[in-house]
């Protein structure tokens, strides 16, 4: 895929990535929205991130990024490949994260301990969080394709969106990724372990 491909393609994501945006936006209100009213509910859903995160504590910086890097991709790719079906899990997952950021950034406003919550995300989110969002707009995308399709609209065939969608992944979305993990591990978890 040639960077004019690469543009053009952009381009076609862009109304799928406002709507990507959209609810992840969406999902961090509801997740503040829930640590306020319902803090039960919302230190429910920090456990199972501080059950992942002390997962990777103590891994050295290179074994960090890399874990990180592959967890992304896998469920970046995940969004992708199962976007195919209608875009539902797209949706899920970006309303989850969005609700998990917000529960995360309420605790933060809480224990004023908002340059710390800044500092583990900024840097690294700064290339993830556009990946991630890349990732889910193309699984939307395939949904809204794969509905065309089910209804006799869609031209083409789902399997060469899916290849277009694939190439596009691997130039743009897993360097970002890669970059987003790097930093994470040597330059985000120095700063926070300060």
Known sequence: MAKREQFFYFRKLLPYLVASTFLMSAGIVFGLLSAVHAPGIATQVLGPIAKFAKTLVGLPKLYLALAIFFNNVLKTLLMIVLGTLWGLLPVF????????????????IQTKDMLAFLLAIVPHGLFELPAVLLGTSIGLMLGVHAMKRLF????????????????????????LLLLAAFIEAFITSAGVSR
Do not use: D
């Not at 997952?93 to 933060?108: K, M, P, R």
């Not at 006799?152 to 360097?175: K, N």
């Open 93 to 108: 997952f970006l309303l989850l994260n969005g609700y998990a950021i917000g529960v995360v950034l309420y605790s933060s």
């Open 152 to 175: 006799g609209t869609l031209e083409t065939t789902i399997t060469g969106e899916l290849r277009r969608a694939l190439r596009f992944f691997s130039l743009v979305i897993i360097p």
